[in-house]
Nanobody, 121 residues
Framework: QVQLEESGGGLVQAGGSLRLSCTAS????????MGWYRQGPGNQRELVAR???????NYADSVKGRCTISRDNAKNTMYMQLLNLKPDDAAVYYC???????????????WGQGTRVTVSS
């Protein structure tokens, strides 16, 4: 069983910054990718940033230049820093991990429970 623990988020002033982290634990053979998605009110869930083993990070156009995603493979932990927050950044942020669990041969998708980010003007 794979569990994801998210931390960070909360209330941030417009123009401020936030740091989210996500740790995958459990019986994992390998992690292919880790990413952050977000869902604002009335919106579909969208990719914010993703880091895939052996590839450069991907960023949504809306956060390019303001966002940095990184990964500590030894800790199975992903970090995302988002700068210069705007009202449109307010959403519930979800961690998503693609990994091969112990006893499995295929990549499986796991989601965190989400952490809310509120941006005050």
């Amino acid at each position: 069983q794979v569990q994801l623990e998210e931390s960070g988020g909360g209330l941030v002033q417009a123009g401020g910054s936030l740091r989210l982290s996500c740790t995958a634990s459990g019986s994992i053979i390998s992690i292919s990718s880790m990413g952050w998605y977000r869902q604002g009110p009335g919106n579909q869930r969208e990719l914010v940033a993703r880091i895939t083993t052996g590839s450069s990070p991907n960023y949504a156009d809306s956060v390019k230049g303001r966002c940095t995603i990184s990964r500590d493979n030894a800790k199975n932990t992903m970090y995302m820093q988002l700068l210069n927050l705007k009202p449109d950044d307010a959403a519930v942020y979800y961690c998503k991990v693609l990994c091969v669990p112990v006893g499995d041969k295929w990549l499986r998708e796991y989601w965190g429970q989400g952490t809310r980010v509120t941006v005050s003007s």
